[in-house]
């Protein structure tokens, strides 16, 4: 059994079809949604593996600034 063989102007005309196609939008949609989320998961993966390197170095959520600034107590705050 062969394949019907599209023309040029067919091709086109599906490929216009289904870009105003709801299914293929919901589709899209999901595809959008879980590349996001492997995203964000995959920056705080390594906001986790830079969080552990910070705290072998000494650095805790209370000295951030100083060890990473200086001595801030000078710095006028607004």
Same mark, same amino acid.
């Given at each position: 059994m062969a394949?019907?063989?599209l023309t040029? &102007?067919?091709? &086109?005309? &599906?490929?216009?079809?289904?870009?105003h196609s709801k299914f293929v939008k919901l589709a899209q949609k999901e595809t959008n949604i879980k590349?996001?989320?492997?995203?964000?998961?995959?920056?705080?993966?390594?906001f986790e593996k830079r969080g552990k390197e910070l705290a072998a170095e000494g650095i805790t959520m209370e000295n951030i600034e100083e060890r990473l600034f200086?001595?801030?107590?000078?710095?006028? &705050?607004?």
């Open positions: 394949r019907d063989i040029d &102007e067919q091709v &086109e005309m &599906e490929i216009d079809r289904l870009q590349i996001k989320r492997r995203k964000y998961m995959y920056t705080l993966r390594y200086g001595d801030t107590a000078d710095i006028d &705050e607004d």
